[in-house]
Each structure stands twice: as structure tokens, then as C-alpha cells.
């Protein structure tokens, strides 16, 4: 069933896909996977973060499709990929691996983008030969590794135990989100967005996250609330670039900064000032332009690799 809600005019509106197709993970979850743009072209394969769908890379989508080949899906519980009992990093990593296989032709490479959750999948696959071998470079947009619960400043405490445990119960919270209002978007910017977030931008992002389902939600945080990538990112080898917004509360700029000191090629960083933790909806052009800085120094020079060895 389509659970999936969003703005259907403007900026954010999800372009119509060239095709759609259902992918197997290896336990036999099924995943909504969505291809735009023409065959043959760059690929690039857009990762979703915890609440969000497919609809959450809109923007992103309807600039790279133009010379791209653009490959998204929704994670796992998340927009039409149903929910499953086995909620992991594993299972995530599984996902990915997955999806790039169905998606990419042998010996293609992708540039991997990954948002919150989206760039933990990233970590969790980092290790898998299925990823190394389909992945080209990677963007992690405002993510972090371990200690997510611990360095949120959605609660405004100061850091100790108290604000921890009650961050827990906010994240993790079994309460139904309920329809968008005007009082669940002012909730939903001050912990996920900057200040200076335009309406058309918390609107759409609040019907995406409002959509998500509320046992998938409270599954996810829990699997949130103990990660631990910190041996992934070690293993993250190809040329991967970070952004993070400085006004981020979920994932502050204390994690970028771990893991730039952590990645072994880092090829950039990039802190956005006044920017919340939705980068990609924030600060749309930004975020594609990094994307496609990318696919052009590596997916580009890895296809004409390919060519040039038949």
C-alpha cells in the first residue's frame, strides 16, 4: 500500500520516475526502488534518513536527472517499502547492497549519497564487497557514527545523564505524530531544521516525516539509540565528502568532525552556518552540487576506466 504523502506542487514535489521496480533485500524485505533519468547515464544512488522516503530527495532528483541517472529508494519500513520485523545496521547495509545490484550494470559504479540514517547505511555497508565494488565515492550529509543520543541538543540541557535519558524518550517516542498543523511544524523545525527554514521547506518536509509510520519510527530510534559505525567509517575507503549544518540538532557538527578525522580519504568538508540537520531540503543546491561534483571526478573517470579495458 502507498502510505506515502507529500506536496504534489513546487520544489518539492517528487518527479515522476522513468521507471520502478521492487527489490529483494537478503532477507526477503521488499524495497521500492525508483530510477530517473536515462539509462547509460552517471549513476547516482540517493539513501533517505530515519522518517523519510524516496520524496525526502525531490529536489535533488529533478536537478541530477537532467545528466544523471538518479536511483532512489525507500529504506525499509519507510515510505512503500513495507515494514519488516528486522530492523539493523546489518539490514541496512543488506539494503543497500541490494539495490545496487539490482540497479547497476557490471562493472558501473555509483556515487552513493547517504542523509542521517541514509549516511549510517552507508557505514554499516562500508565493509561489503557488494558496495566497494558498485561504489564510486560517497557524501555523507549530516550523520554521525556512535553517541547519537548522547550529543543531540534537541533537549536544551546541558550534557549529562538527564538530557540523554530524556532525549531517549523524546526520539523514541510510541506517540502518533497525528496531521501536520501549524504547532507539529513549529515542532518539527526547531529539532530538525535551521531557523531560517522557508514555510514551503517545513511543509514538505513535515508531511514526509508525519507519513512515516509509527512502529517503523519507534523500531528505527531504537537501533539509533546504540549504533555504533565507528569500526565502519575506518573501513569507508573511497573518496567521501561530509556536510553538516551548524544549526544541526540531531546530528551536530561534533559528528562531522569525528568523522572527518576518522574517514581515510576524506575529499571535503563542509559546514553550512544556520542550516538544520534536513541539508538536503535546506540547502538543496548545495547538496546537489556536491553530488554532482562527485560523479564528475570520479563516476565519470571510473566509466571511461571501464571502457577503455573491453
Known amino acids: 500500500m502507498n502510505r506515502m504523502t507529500h506536496v504534489v506542487s513546487g520544489r518539492y514535489a517528487p518527479p515522476v520516475p522513468a521507471r520502478e521496480l521492487t527489490v529483494r533485500s537478503a532477507d526477503g524485505a521488499r524495497l ?11 549513476p547516482v544512488v540517493l539513501a533517505h534518513g530515519w522518517t523519510c522516503s524516496t520524496a525526502f ?11 544523471h541517472r ?13 515494514v519488516s520485523a528486522a530492523c539493523s545496521t546489518a539490514a ?7 539495490v545496487l545490484a539490482a540497479t ?24 561489503r564487497p557488494g558496495f566497494r565494488e558498485r561504489t564510486a565515492a560517497v557524501l555523507l550529509c549530516s550523520t ?44 518539527l523545525k526547531y529539532g530538525t531544521m535551521g531557523a531560517g ?15 512515516c509510520p509509527r512502529d517503523a519510527r519507534h523500531a528505527w530510534s531504537r537501533v539509533l539509540k546504540t549504533l555504533d559505525l565507528d569500526s565502519g567509517v575506518r573501513e569507508l575507503t573511497v573518496p567521501t565528502a561530509v556536510v553538516v549544518g551548524t544549526a544541526d540538532r540531531l546530528t551536530p557538527p561534533v559528528h562531522a568532525r569525528a568523522l572527518v578525522a576518522a574517514l581515510p580519504h576524506c575529499v571535503g568538508s563542509t559546514e ?10 535546506e540547502a538543496p543546491e548545495l547538496v546537489t552540487g556536491k553530488i554532482r561534483e562527485l560523479a564528475t571526478l570520479y563516476t565519470t573517470a571510473a566509466d571511461a576506466r571501464i571502457e577503455e579495458s573491453a
Do not use: N
Not at 32 to 42: C, L, S, T, Y
Not at 159 to 182: I, K
Not at 197 to 211: G, K, L, M, S
Not at 272 to 281: E, K, N, R, V
Open 32 to 42: 521500492h526502488v525508483e530510477v530517473h533519468g536515462a539509462d547509460g547515464a552517471p
Open 57 to 67: 530527495w525531490a529536489a535533488q532528483i529533478r536537478d541530477l536527472a537532467a545528466d
Open 70 to 82: 538518479v536511483i532512489v529508494y525507500d529504506q525499509r519500513g519507510h515510505g512503500r517499502s513495507p
Open 92 to 98: 541496512l547495509a543488506d539494503d543497500l547492497e541490494a
Open 104 to 127: 547497476l550494470a557490471p562493472g558501473e559504479k555509483a556515487v552513493v549519497a547517504g542523509h542521517s540514517m541514509g549516511g549510517m547505511t552507508v557505514m554499516a555497508a562500508a565493509q
Open 144 to 187: 554521525g557514527s556512535s553517541d547519537l543520543v548522547a550529543e543531540s541538543l534537541v533537549v536544551p540541557l546541558r550534557a549529562g545523564r538527564v538530557r540523554t535519558w530524556l532525549t531517549a524518550r523524546v526520539l523514541g517516542s510510541r506517540l502518533p505524530l497525528g496531521p501536520v498543523t501549524p504547532v507539529s511544524r513549529r515542532v
Open 197 to 211: 527554514a522557508a514555510p514551503d521547506t517545513v511543509e514538505a518536509c513535515a508531511r514526509i516525516v508525519h507519513a
Open 272 to 281: 553550512l552556518p544556520g542550516i538544520g540537520h534536513m541539508t538536503p531540503m
